[in-house]
């Protein structure tokens, strides 16, 4: 794999601008999370080594290069196998725009199956996808699609290259792939609601095949502890990691943070960083939610409140501290900053999920003209909130379960089984 990714580099560095014959960059979704960085790693690779084309097949990361900081678990990852970011190809380092105009890119897309609007100019370069989600994309001649809603879609590229070409897999590729599929499927655990027949066998078909990969529990518990893991980040990064935000008639912003509340509220210059963050973004007020767990692994969730207007910072946390639907239970703690108004969240099940709507019907409230849909939600300037994200609804949503480390419990949507090996 470093030997390919090093091909990949030269070539785009060697191009200038003029890449000769093209590249087929493999493109995963916005999130850029494990799996869609796997995909994208594993799938061009296999391109590389099983076809003919005198394009090269080029994975690219669909993020800036500086907001991959934020993936502390593909980070990990990468250093478990001996891979470093800087061999990685990101976003910002391609002009797939130019390329596309000089009839020089093919797209296959992995982790999805639609671009983005801000990418709909280059629908025409893409030429298949592999993906796990809703299917929004009707299959062509020119453009093959296999859609299958496992709980990995690098368990559908791992079986395309089990079954096409197993000759290419070593403890390497084996391992991302495998790591992937782990971490997706939330450690196999059938209690999660994510794991299909198809992802059980690949799994097994790669043990089988690498015997000294780790356990499935060890690698789903470094993962998981390797993607909520802030200590490396600056305050901006922290509220960037986990964000989204919503328009109205004000600009607000919602970052979880995976430390308690007393830890971030302690760090040197924080105002003037919560400060300098609103500006930089266009932000009228900052909702801060932290979650912590337990000794016995019950959640511990907190909320803030930033601004520097008094008036929005009060008008904001009076109508959290009366939301009903549902009640987040705050109980008003000390803050040592007098710009933040800081709470217990009595209620540790209302997730990120349950405070958006509260904070929509705010914001209509104070101005019926809105329009406070989920389109409203900020994209281009951040990176958007991984899909198996804490806040969004994951099996961790509600805590680690009693019965077992491992055992993580519900929040998945249930997945119909398809197929198999």
């Excluded at 916005?30 to 790693?41: F, N, P, Q, R």
């Excluded at 596309?100 to 671009?115: F, I, K, Q, S």
């Excluded at 909320?303 to 009366?322: D, G, I, K, M, P």
Aim: glycine residues 4%; charged residues 20%.
């Amino acid at each position: 794999m470093e030997e390919f990714l090093t091909e990949c580099h030269r070539a785009v560095k060697v191009s200038s601008g003029e890449p000769g014959s093209g590249f087929h960059v493999v493109l995963g979704n916005e999130a850029c999370d494990v799996d869609s960085m796997v995909c994208a790693l594993a799938y061009a690779y296999f391109l590389s080594k099983t076809t003919q084309s005198p394009m090269l097949a080029l994975p690219l990361m669909n993020v800036r290069q500086s907001d991959f900081v934020l993936r502390s678990d593909s980070l990990f990852l990468l250093r478990q196998l001996s891979l470093s970011p800087e061999q990685l190809l990101f976003r910002d380092q391609i002009d797939l725009r130019a390329l596309h105009r000089a009839g020089h890119l093919r797209l296959t897309l992995v982790d999805h199956n639609v671009l983005p609007s801000s990418d709909s100019d280059l629908e025409g370069a893409v030429v298949e996808v592999i993906d796990h989600h809703l299917q929004e994309r009707a299959s062509s001649l020119s453009c093959p699609v296999t859609v299958e809603m496992v709980g990995s879609c690098a368990t559908l590229v791992a079986e395309r290259i089990i079954q096409k070409a197993p000759e290419i897999l070593d403890q390497q590729l084996a391992q991302l792939l495998y790591a992937a599929v782990v971490l997706d499927c939330v450690n196999m655990a059938p209690s999660a609601g994510k794991v299909t027949p198809k992802d059980s066998q690949v799994a097994a078909s790669l043990e089988s095949r690498f015997p000294s990969l780790p356990p499935r529990g060890a690698l789903f518990n470094t993962l998981h502890n390797a993607k909520f893991d802030v200590s490396g980040l600056n305050t901006e990064q922290m509220l960037l990691k986990d964000m989204k935000a919503v328009s109205g008639s004000l600009n607000l912003a919602i970052s979880v943070l995976y430390i308690t509340l007393e830890d971030f509220l302690q760090r040197a210059g924080l105002e003037a960083e919560l400060s300098n963050f609103c500006s930089k973004f266009g932000f009228d007020l900052l909702l801060l939610m932290t979650i912590s767990f337990t000794e016995s692994k019950e959640p511990i969730r907190e909320l803030a409140v930033f601004s520097h207007s008094n008036t929005c910072r009060q008008q904001v946390s009076l109508y959290l501290e009366q939301a009903r639907n549902p009640a987040l239970n705050l109980s008003p703690i000390s803050s040592p900053h007098p710009h933040i108004s800081a709470y217990q969240q009595g209620n540790a099940l209302a997730s990120r999920k349950k405070l958006f709507p509260i904070v929509k019907d705010f914001l209509k409230g104070r101005d019926e003209d809105g329009h406070l849909g989920d389109e409203e939600e900020e994209e281009s300037q951040v990176p958007p909130t991984p899909m198996n994200s804490l806040v969004e609804g994951c099996p961790l949503d509600e805590g680690l379960p009693h019965i077992s480390a491992h055992d993580l419990e519900e929040k998945f949507s249930k997945m119909s089984p398809r197929g198999a090996l």
